[in-house]
């Protein structure tokens, strides 16, 4: 009887803790930071994690109760405090953070209360293995050709590749449920995730168990702060490495296990497989192709770049830190495209993702107008547009009241700090040209880098012109897209030859930019106007014979509409 009491008493607390959880704050902790002993069985797809974490109350209660999560593919074994077990409930708790679709939830109570901005230090062990999973993408309708093309992650004998948060959550964290099904969630769960860990440090001592003979694989992962270890006495088939990141910033921790051959051209490693050196040694030879112009804009690369190769040529692409996961391909100009981009971040950073990402992604449309034209960098463009036209709808991305929860410096939307930057950057160069771009570039410093205002500080000194105004629709703010049609084309043939031809342009859109205007007729002449957000712009231009219509708007800038952007001018009104 007293055997039936106890036992019901103990159901009784776990479910008032599981039903608790529901009302928890999952994002009041940050981790500030983690020293984990990561092992990894290739053979055995699993991964065993010990270790410690540090926890910082971010929130502005204090906190009693800790939430730690991890991949739903794996077991919480131990939280323990000055090496005293702590209670825990763990719970399977449903999110898109992980390639499973959900996530381990270990809900633990706390020694003591943890004052906001207070620090605590956990001891934790947890286990499992890491096949290739994609649950989350099939759920929502993605076949599963495509799924296994996305989420690649797995820990197995020939390849391993493991993503951190929103791929795989083989490390912490702590975040409310992020639905890939449900409009911004995921980029905004994982956004507030990634501001939250900027400065935390982590350190990892990961060791591969082998259980075959021959030479050991491979440990890359993406940061620069990595040595390799030598196993301890008796342990042949164990080999390892100790990397920090310091801080982690916008690095999203990965690390890869296989055996490659190494091409290494100093300012990049090409880690390709064995059959593919013919193909990764173009590679190597494109990269003599591309460096002249990512050092006439920023000068030598200050590090390595790092070239993965991912097997599969459909694999997505992944890149974080100074990795680039791809697939290699016979396809130079892919190739010289995927190293302008990893180049550019060899070359130049900043903690600002939308500078970061955004100017590594206009090199490599730097790079194809150098040679191929403007007309391929746009269209190039606009293969990136579509994908963020969709994160700029009103009723896809709910604003607040000042339009700043989803601008370019807070959005974790990789479709609008990669995408809609890189055509932020393209604008800036049209508008300020080449030459004082470079400049202020030149003079950037990213630990300067403190306040939003400071690189449009650096372009004003350069250029004597007050661009506050398309910074605050373009990046302070989210102000949509321009949307510019042309309103009227009234052309009065001259006393000498020609036509002068005056175009007003309206925009409807909130968003103000400097657009190209053009007159055609047979020939055509180009001119800019800035047209602000819900304004008109007036502009004249002279053509030497008849006008046959006008354009508003050569791609370069992105619109919502661009059905409106042709007048025609009637043969009678050319008279």
Request: charged share 20%; hydrophobic share 40%.
């Amino acid at each position: 009887m007293n055997f039936r009491v106890v036992h019901f008493c103990f159901l009784g607390a776990l479910c008032v803790s599981v039903v608790s959880a529901f009302s928890l704050e999952r994002e009041a902790f940050a981790f500030a930071n983690y020293d984990l002993n990561v092992q990894v069985e290739p053979e055995q797809h699993r991964l065993a994690v010990r270790g410690r974490v540090a926890l910082r109350n971010d929130s502005s209660q204090p906190q009693k109760t800790a939430i730690l999560q991890i991949s739903s593919s794996l077991d919480w074994r131990s939280v323990k405090a000055g090496e005293k077990p702590l209670q825990f409930v763990s719970q399977i708790y449903t999110s898109d953070l992980d390639h499973t679709g959900a996530l381990s939830e270990a809900i633990v109570s706390l020694p003591q209360v943890v004052v906001p901005k207070g620090t605590f230090e956990l001891e934790i062990a947890y286990e499992g293995v890491v096949p290739l999973n994609t649950t989350r993408l099939t759920r929502i309708g993605t076949p599963e050709a495509a799924a296994r093309t996305t989420d690649w992650d797995q820990i197995s004998s020939k390849f391993t590749a493991v993503r951190g948060a929103g791929y795989v959550a083989w490390y912490p964290i702590a975040t409310e449920a992020a639905n890939l099904s449900d409009g911004n969630s995921m980029f905004d769960t994982l956004g507030r995730w990634k501001r939250r860990e900027a400065d935390s440090q982590v350190q990892l001592h990961v060791n591969v168990l082998r259980e075959s003979v021959g030479a050991p694989p491979e440990i890359i992962l993406n940061t620069a702060g990595c040595r390799r270890t030598s196993p301890p006495e008796g342990q042949g088939q164990l080999v390892g490495a100790e990397c920090a990141f310091q801080p982690l910033g916008q690095t999203i921790p990965a690390f890869v296990i296989a055996s490659y051959s190494l091409l290494n051209r100093g300012i990049v490693r090409i880690h390709c497989l064995t059959e593919h050196k013919s193909i990764a040694e173009r590679y190597a030879e494109a990269t003599d192709k591309v460096l002249p112009l990512i050092t006439n804009w920023f000068g030598p690369p200050r590090a390595e770049a790092q070239v993965v190769e991912l097997p599969g040529s459909a694999a997505v692409p992944f890149e974080s830190g100074n990795l680039l996961l791809t697939p290699l391909g016979d396809d130079l100009k892919l190739a010289q495209i995927s190293l302008a981009h990893a180049l550019t971040h060899a070359a130049f950073t900043s903690p600002r993702p939308w500078i970061h990402e955004g100017l590594a992604h206009f090199m490599q449309a730097l790079y194809l107008e150098q040679t191929s034209g403007r007309q391929t960098a746009l269209d190039y463009m606009g293969l990136h547009r579509s994908a963020f036209l969709d994160a700029e709808r009103p009723d896809f991305a709910p604003r607040s009241e000042d339009a700043t929860d989803h601008s370019l410096l807070n959005t974790a939307s990789e479709e609008l700090y990669r995408g809609k930057a890189m055509y932020v950057w393209w604008m800036l160069r049209d508008m300020v040209g080449e030459p004082a771009l470079k400049k202020a570039l030149a003079g950037y410093h990213p630990e300067q880098d403190k306040e939003p205002s400071y690189l449009p500080r650096l372009i004003a000194a350069q250029t004597q012109r007050d661009l506050e105004w398309f910074f605050d629709d373009w990046v302070y703010r989210d102000r949509g897209l321009p949307d510019f049609r042309v309103a009227s084309a009234f052309p009065r043939k001259m006393l000498t030859e020609g036509y002068m031809v005056t175009v007003t342009v309206e925009n409807l859109g909130g968003a103000g930019a400097e657009v190209p205007v053009t007159v055609r007729f047979g020939g055509e002449v180009t001119k800019r106007l800035e047209v602000r957000g819900k304004n008109k712009g007036v502009i004249r231009m002279e053509v030497p014979a008849a006008p046959r219509e006008a354009v508003v708007n050569d791609s370069s800038i992105p619109e919502s509409d661009t059905t409106n952007n042709t007048f025609k001018i009637q043969a009678e009104d050319s008279k």
